[in-house]
């Protein structure tokens, strides 16, 4: 689904658990929505706890419903990059299992040209020390993530796993990219 008509984009990104990702992007100017689901598996309408066994196929994802004039894509590739690791297969820390790959889901010819351009550039600038495994796939069905998955981090900042993993992640973000922030 491409907005374009709207002058909106969307895109779906994987980077580990999808609490992290849609906590982070939420906080970036230009991006209307973000809203935690699942993509790339072969069940329809998977449950978390079917996509949590591996068997579903689907990584967790976030859907960025962007506008480009606010916020451009590479901009946000920019900040993907930062908060998740592109180098390893199936996991994020301890997270593992094909869930919690990296992957980048485009809506647009553009956008797999930007995104291909862009990590391209990452890896000319040797900005990791390992190959980027991140997978680049045309978009598929998205299914929206049950609703306690909906805006974790806001609703539970307390929670163990959002002050040791998530935390972190949208400190890093308020760091180094505090001109994207609302």
């Not at 900040?79 to 390893?88: A, G, M, Y």
């Not at 796939?137 to 981090?153: G, P, R, S, W």
């Not at 002050?163 to 990219?177: C, G, R, T, Y």
Request: charged fraction near 20%.
């Amino acid at each position: 689904m491409n907005l374009e008509a709207n002058n909106k984009q969307v895109i779906y990104l994987g980077g580990g658990c999808f609490w992290c990702i849609e906590s982070v992007f939420e906080r970036l100017k230009g991006v209307e929505k973000a809203v935690s689901g699942y993509m790339g598996g072969q069940t329809p309408n998977p449950t978390y706890q079917e996509v949590c066994t591996g068997k579903t196929g689907h990584a967790e994802v976030v859907k960025i419903e962007f506008d480009p004039q606010l916020v451009s894509l590479e901009q946000l590739l920019r900040v993907f990059f930062s908060v998740h690791d592109p180098t390893t297969a199936n996991r994020q820390g301890n997270d593992v299992g094909t869930q919690y790959r990296s992957a980048i889901f485009y809506t647009s010819d553009i956008q797999l040209e930007t995104v291909n351009n862009y990590m391209e550039g990452l890896r000319n600038e040797g900005v990791f020390d390992q190959d980027i495994v991140t997978q680049v796939v045309a978009a598929e069905q998205f299914y929206e993530a049950e609703a306690y998955h909906q805006d974790y981090f806001r609703r539970n900042p307390k929670q163990p796993y959002c002050q040791m993993v998530v935390a972190p992640k949208v400190k890093k973000l308020e760091l180094n990219f505090l001109p994207l922030l609302k």
